[in-house]
């Protein structure tokens, strides 16, 4: 089923702000309030007492005592004043068609068109016990056109020359009279209506012309004087399509529909009195209803607004918020099934008002099949590394014939995801596969989501449901997390000094890692420390830290704070200068927290075993070895070959990348080699799990390209290489990468 995607009443309740109350175990308050009438107007002088108008049900005519409808309680005609209604069954007429009318009678033909109907019985609804009427319309060699009144059609006559005529046929006695309407062109055929008389007139439809060449034209028939008395030509042809309202006329104007072209249903009237043609473009679908209130086109359809355009000035109003079923009435005011902000579902009349819109009275309640969300499908809780990052939100519903969207809604943040849900392709359970991404195109935080399911049948009938409810997503902690997202952040400091923070998709899209967002700026005055290190979680909070080194030798810890920034800085020690090279984030004793390295300018490495606490984060250094002064480059990268704790790559100064397994007790195995060419690079950052396989990776930074490099969980063949959206074309831009 296509989702409709303008609906007012629905788009305003999913961009509401939302309040989420908790009310137990996974459920939220009842709907917000934007999702309560908001626009529209009724007639506040209505009868206490409406009539019902049946479920799942269009307005196809009315007049003075009631109106027809069809749907799915089939052809009925219900009374204004609160009677029965009437059920008109169809079998009992061969199944044939119904013709639209502005009065109280209902015409039931032989075939399902009612161009081509050649018997016709008439049932007068306001006087339910007269018996019905027969017209063998066949017998003149005639096909119905209109209902004129109880005993009389208007019908397209055969002549014996094979030209058409148009006639009146009045059945008052056992044998039906005829009367010619003049003023037509003698080669005029296809007659066709669905107008509604009005006093004693008619708008006709109908073809001219050579046989080659067929125009349409269209003419006011005044039927006590039995001729045309205006015509006017049409882009169309008589035969009239684009729904069933494609015929209207009013005191003032005659207007028809018209497809053009790049434009979609359009409306072209013409003012009686002064000839001006107008053109109105309704929109690109071809199911617009249309009709003339007075000086005004009132149009809309099942999901889109019900308008009123005014055709001297231009103005529009909006009478309705959905119209599924628009029709005249012989006294020139309309009948609109459909819904209102003030009034709900129901049926509404539309009277003119000397230059203002039509003025909107209920007239008939709506008896809406109830649309309820029966159960809802979703998890207390989501793992999205466990799931491959997807979370599947379900809903059962009461019936498949709906449009149903959605609000996910980070309630510590109140950050947002909207989305519409399809309908299934059998039976009503609504599914939904979320990505675990915002609006803003970033993953979402870790934490409580308020998940809010707004729903409405598609055919805009009865009034729109919602459920809220409540679950959490996780994701497996990342070191190289800012934004508890459980995605890599990267960070780089530009030459003026600019900390920068790139927010890594979480997992690989088509085999390249992108980033998510805009680079998110944090901070100028970086330019005072001569290295800044991503360590991980060294503070006992979920979220990765960093430490940075100054000039004068003194380090300092910053916080993460969960959001992309960090806290107040907060002094290490002093004395730190005496190291050249500095990597932490790795666990390299198995403890669970993350532990610092660092080598002295004597080429000394020295293992900072991490506390957990941000003040105090590192314990009394320890000698791993010497010897380590020909690197240019440590990396301290996880346990990214599946030993006993961290691991540590390290570049010599010919550009060869070795390997350093963890031990698990803060020291390292004999190194092997992973291969050459890394000089290539001006900075290897070990960046926590980049594509969420459950291994940390390597990202390496350099004048020729970026690269994140996927750990194989292997000694040998560690890296495999990955193409990356990240730095593209700013390999020497950045002095730092965290």
Do not use: C
């Not at 999702?35 to 009868?47: E, K, L, R, W």
């Not at 020359?161 to 309407?181: C, F, H, N, W």
């Amino acid at each position: 089923m296509q989702f409709r995607t303008t609906r007012p009443r629905l788009a305003a309740a999913v961009t509401a702000v939302l309040a989420v109350t908790a009310l137990g175990a996974g459920t939220l308050a009842t709907a917000p309030a934007a999702f309560a009438a908001t626009s529209g107007a009724v007639s506040a002088t209505q009868a206490d007492a409406l009539p019902v108008f049946p479920a799942g049900s269009s307005v196809m005519g009315g007049g003075p005592t009631g109106f027809l409808t069809y749907g799915d309680a089939g052809l009925t005609w219900t009374p204004y004043d609160g009677g029965a209604a009437t059920p008109i069954d169809l079998a009992a007429y061969d199944n044939g068609g119904w013709a639209p009318t502005g009065s109280d009678v209902v015409a039931i033909g032989n075939h399902g068109s009612f161009p081509q109907m050649t018997a016709v019985t008439l049932r007068d609804m306001a006087a339910p016990e007269t018996p019905v009427l027969d017209i063998d319309l066949g017998a003149l060699d005639a096909n119905f056109v209109a209902v004129l009144g109880p005993k009389s059609v208007l019908a397209q006559a055969t002549k014996s020359d094979g030209t058409a005529e148009l006639i009146v046929v009045t059945q008052d006695g056992a044998t039906p009279s005829t009367r010619k309407i003049a003023g037509l062109p003698a080669d005029a055929d296809r007659f066709v209506t669905n107008a509604a008389v009005q006093g004693d007139q008619i708008l006709v439809g109908y073809e001219t012309g050579p046989e080659e060449a067929r125009t349409g034209a269209r003419a006011v028939i005044d039927l006590a004087a039995g001729t045309a008395v205006e015509t006017y030509a049409s882009g169309t042809s008589g035969a009239f399509g684009g729904g069933p309202s494609a015929l209207m006329f009013s005191g003032s104007h005659v207007a028809w529909t018209e497809w053009q072209s790049g434009s979609g249903q359009t409306v072209v009237s013409v003012e009686r009195a002064t000839g001006v043609r107008k053109t109105t473009v309704m929109g690109p679908d071809d199911e617009y209803r249309a009709v003339l209130v007075g000086d005004w086109l009132v149009y809309g359809n099942d999901w889109r607004p019900g308008l009123a355009v005014s055709l001297t000035d231009g103005r529009t109003v909006e009478l309705s918020e959905t119209a599924t079923g628009i029709v005249t009435r012989g006294d020139g005011s309309a009948l609109l099934s459909g819904r209102t902000a003030t009034g709900g579902s129901g049926l509404f009349r539309l009277d003119p008002r000397t230059g203002e819109a039509p003025a909107v009275t209920k007239t008939a309640e709506m008896d809406p099949e109830p649309l309820a969300i029966e159960q809802v499908h979703i998890p207390d809780s989501v793992n999205l590394d466990s799931t491959g990052g997807k979370a599947t939100l379900a809903w059962t519903l009461s019936r498949p014939d709906v449009e149903m969207s959605i609000v996910l809604t980070h309630t510590a943040t109140g950050r947002e995801f909207h989305g519409y849900v399809p309908a299934p392709a059998s039976g009503t359970r609504f599914s939904f596969t979320w990505d675990g991404v915002l609006d803003d195109r970033t993953d979402g935080p870790n934490g409580e989501y308020a998940v809010e399911a707004y729903a409405m049948r598609a055919d805009g009938v009865g009034e729109p449901v919602y459920q809220g409810w409540l679950t959490s997503i996780q994701r497996t902690a990342n070191p190289h997390d800012f934004t508890d997202n459980g995605s890599t952040d990267v960070l780089v400091r530009d030459a003026a000094g600019v900390l920068w923070r790139d927010d890594l998709r979480d997992r690989p899209v088509n085999g390249q890692v992108k980033t998510m967002a805009d680079p998110a700026r944090i901070g100028s005055g970086w330019n005072t420390y001569k290295q800044i290190e991503a360590v991980g979680n060294i503070g006992g909070s979920a979220t990765g830290d960093l430490v940075a080194l100054d000039g004068s030798g003194v380090l300092w810890s910053y916080a993460g704070k969960g959001d992309g920034t960090f806290g107040t800085r907060v002094q290490v020690g002093g004395g730190w200068g005496v190291y050249n090279k500095l990597t932490g984030g790795s666990d390299l004793d198995g403890d669970e927290r993350s532990d610092l390295l660092a080598t002295d300018t004597s080429g000394v490495l020295w293992f900072y075993k991490g506390t957990g606490d941000l003040a105090k984060p590192f314990a009394t250094r320890v000698r791993v070895g010497g010897g380590w002064g020909i690197y240019n480059q440590l990396t301290a990268v996880g346990n990214i070959a599946g030993t006993a704790a961290g691991d540590l790559v390290a570049r010599d100064t010919a550009g060869v990348l070795w390997l350093y397994q963890g031990n698990g007790k803060g020291n390292f195995l004999t190194r092997t080699k992973i291969g050459g060419g890394w000089g290539a690079f001006s900075q290897l950052v070990g960046a926590g799990d980049v594509d969420s396989d459950g291994r940390p990776d390597l990202i390496a930074y350099g004048a020729g390209g970026t690269y994140v490099y996927h750990a194989n969980g292997t000694v040998y063949g560690t890296f495999t290489r990955l193409n990356t959206t990240l730095y593209a074309g700013e390999g020497t831009k950045f002095t730092s990468v965290a």
